[in-house]
């Protein structure tokens, strides 16, 4: 028994990645793109929401990314 972990990898590392605030905040308080301020804002949280649905998007729709863990070795 095994399943496709890609959805769920890809998922959790661009959640991370992009959490508004961590690494890069896209709209920032006062320049369009601030890095590493931890501090967010609603229209951040949305950017940041629209950017991270495109790009699961890509990954999972587009290019298909799949981790398979079935263990059977034929």
Do not use: C
């Amino acid at each position: 028994m095994g399943g496709d972990w890609g959805p769920v990898v890809i998922g959790a590392v661009l959640f991370v990645l992009l959490t508004p605030g961590l690494l890069f905040q896209i709209p920032a308080k006062e320049r369009l793109v601030e890095f590493g301020n931890m501090s967010t804002s609603g229209v951040s949280i949305l950017v940041h929401t629209v950017i991270y649905v495109v790009i699961l998007a890509i990954f999972l729709i587009v290019l298909g990314v799949h981790f398979n863990t079935d263990s059977s070795s034929g």
